[in-house]
């Protein structure tokens, strides 16, 4: 699972890349404040402002929820506060917040409340000052689903929202 | 695609006008022939309450051919044969017939169709008996005849003619079968109708799910869409020229899936966006007389519902809660509405006035209550109840005679068939192999039958009986 993930960064640092190699951002972000870049073998193509930046930088891309739920726990304020972080330090880049429910609710309702999360999110970073404008939100309801078993576990992991950012 | 339309030619006129040849439908047995010593002289009928425990049983000797004439749907001794499978098939799919596979009864040369053998039929074991026949017309039509007999009382119960064009050959086979069920049963028909579905298939996490539509069942099958796109819950509009769904195309500019509700014109393969939102828009629905879709909008985590004319332009908001608000079916006059609203905390039925006056709660049981579907009859709503299980049940629109149709782990989103007797869902598996399929049952919870589908499916919306 973790080599998984590994994979996929990286994967998705390539394609920002080369997304970013075509039509350089009119203006340079500034350097990250903390921390530093880890500089390890592989990192050392990440674009800052990009989306493997954002992923590499916060402490999580992914809030959950309880069931039929959409409020803001302790967990998932201090993943958003990580996530307002590095959004005020990049104000030009614009994110999706992507809603989900599990598989333990009707369709039309689940895209419902798959909104709601995504809302509660995005208000969320809006308190923390992140101008909504740049907040876009969409919901996929039970239909794309990250953990494929039917158990307590896959359905906690299911019921969230995801914050992927747009370049 | 060629506008086909069904002449269903009414009992004696009919074949005499379309028949030249034999069997000449000279005249229905006299109503007054001799019954057997010991049969009552009550018409033969079948209990849709008590006949799924006891099924009538009935012969349909394979329908002969006048003269056996190359067609573009196949010869037309090899129509006979499979029109009778159609017939039978359709029978015995709705549980109350135990019909008899056509090819271990005798043949039925030509001009017995309609004078049926009796005596033999006696001894066959069955009570009622179907014969037709098949004839190539010279405008390059087919006539199918359907004739139904009493076999104790050795009486003919109805008959009529089918004038098809060859693409629509299987239709004649689904009318017949609607004559044979409705004289028997007292209920409307419903063989003669078409199913639009979402074809589903690929691993859990990214199903590519495709729109399709089939006949119900299961043949003509159709895929609508490549499946680039997320597609769910389509709807056939009333006049069955068009499915109301919902997909998540890309926005042009950005690539960004955008959910939206959409119209698929099936005559041109074409389809529109209906309502043109920056917010996610779901659940249509359309209204009895095809004037208006109902759908829900979300609006910063609050979800209404709405109607939009068909043709589109502006919509009016109908329910206005800071909940979720979904889900919405039209009475079948078209007055009233049926909803789902989780405003009391978990999701529960209320049914309202179309312009949203009047909102009451209807269900009151223990568990969530979610796809409230009002029945074409207008005396029942089914629903999806979530209590440990999903299940299907109905209640009445005043809210009383809750009754719980089917148990399985995940049964979802029932539709009615034309007549409002049976219902189709979709039952989701467990765990990341969990498939869906297509399922149907009985008003009266039984007859479970799982639907043939190419791959898996999900969504299935039952549309009206064919004209």
């Known amino acids: ?167 | 695609m060629r506008k086909t339309l069904l002449t269903i030619l009414l009992a004696l006129s009919a074949t005499a006008a379309h028949a030249q040849q034999p069997p000449a439908p000279t005249s229905a047995p006299a109503p007054g022939a001799p019954a057997p010593s010991g049969q009552q002289s009550g018409e033969l009928v079948v209990d849709v309450e008590g006949g799924q425990s006891a099924p009538l049983g009935i012969a349909i000797p394979v329908m002969p051919t006048s003269a056996v004439v190359s067609t573009p749907a196949g010869p037309t001794d090899q129509l006979g044969a499979q029109l009778t499978q159609i017939v039978t098939n359709d029978l015995k799919s709705s549980g109350l017939f135990n019909p008899s596979a056509p090819s271990a009864l005798k043949a039925v040369p030509y001009p017995e169709v309609t004078a049926p053998t009796f005596d033999y039929w006696a001894g066959a074991g069955a009570s009622a008996l179907v014969q037709g026949f098949v004839k190539a017309n010279g405008d390059g039509t087919l006539t199918v005849g359907c004739y139904l007999y009493d076999i104790a009382a050795r009486t003919e119960l109805i008959r009529q003619g089918f004038v098809v064009p060859p693409s629509d050959w299987r239709r004649a086979g689904h009318k017949c079968a609607d004559m044979v069920y409705t004289k028997l049963t007292g209920e409307g028909p419903y063989f003669d109708s078409r199913v639009v579905y979402v074809s589903e298939t690929g691993p859990k996490g990214r199903r590519i799910k495709r729109l399709a539509i089939m006949d119900q069942d299961g043949a003509n099958h159709r895929f609508l869409t490549n499946g680039q796109s997320i597609v769910l819950t389509p709807r056939l509009t009333p006049d069955q020229r068009s499915i109301v769904y919902m997909s998540y195309v890309a926005d042009r500019a950005g690539g960004l899936d955008r959910p939206a509700i959409y119209v698929y014109d099936l005559a041109s393969s074409r389809q529109r966006l209906l309502v043109p939102a920056a917010n996610l828009t779901f659940a249509p629905r359309v209204s009895p007389d095809g004037k208006w879709v109902l759908f829900s909008k979300a609006v910063a985590g609050a979800t209404n519902i709405y109607r939009v004319p068909f043709a589109g332009g502006d919509a009016q908001k109908l329910t206005d809660t800071p909940g979720i608000d979904t889900g919405g079916s039209y009475s079948p006059d078209g007055t009233r509405i049926v909803f789902e609203s989780d405003r009391s905390g978990g999701q529960q039925l209320y049914v309202m006035n179309a312009d949203g006056t009047q909102q009451k709660r209807i269900s009151f049981g223990g568990g969530r209550y979610a796809t409230p579907v009002w029945s074409p009859r207008g005396n029942l709503i089914a629903f999806t109840k979530m209590a440990g299980n999903f299940r299907i049940g109905v209640v009445s629109p005043a809210g009383g005679n809750e009754q719980l149709l089917t148990n399985d782990w995940q049964d979802e989103g029932p539709s009615w068939s034309p007549n409002g007797r049976v219902l189709m869902f979709f039952r989701s598996g467990r765990g990341g192999g969990g498939t869906a399929d297509l399922w149907s049952v009985d008003l009266t919870g039984v007859n479970e039958r799982k639907l043939a589908t190419p791959l898996d499916g999900s969504d299935p919306a039952w549309g009206p009986l064919r004209p």
Request: charged share 20%.
């Open chain 1, 1 to 167: 699972m973790a080599r998984l993930t590994t994979t996929l960064t990286v994967a998705v640092a390539l394609i920002a890349v080369a997304g970013c190699a075509k039509k350089p951002p009119a203006d340079l972000p500034p350097p990250p404040g903390n921390s530093g870049p880890g500089p390890g073998s592989g990192d050392g193509n990440i674009v800052p402002g990009s989306r493997a930046d954002f992923e590499r930088s916060v402490t999580s891309n992914t809030i959950h929820f309880a069931l039929d739920q959409y409020d803001i726990n302790a967990e998932s304020r201090a993943i958003l506060d990580s996530q307002a972080t590095w959004l005020a330090r990049y104000p030009n880049v614009a994110v999706s917040l992507e809603g989900h429910a599990d598989e333990r609710g009707t369709r039309e309702y689940n895209l419902a409340l798959g909104d709601r999360r995504a809302n509660s999110a995005k208000n969320y970073l809006a308190a923390r000052g992140v101008n909504p404008a740049r907040i876009s939100t969409i919901s996929y309801g039970k239909e794309r689903p990250i953990a494929l078993g039917s158990d307590e576990q896959a359905w906690a992991q299911n019921r969230r929202a995801v914050t992927i950012v747009l370049n």
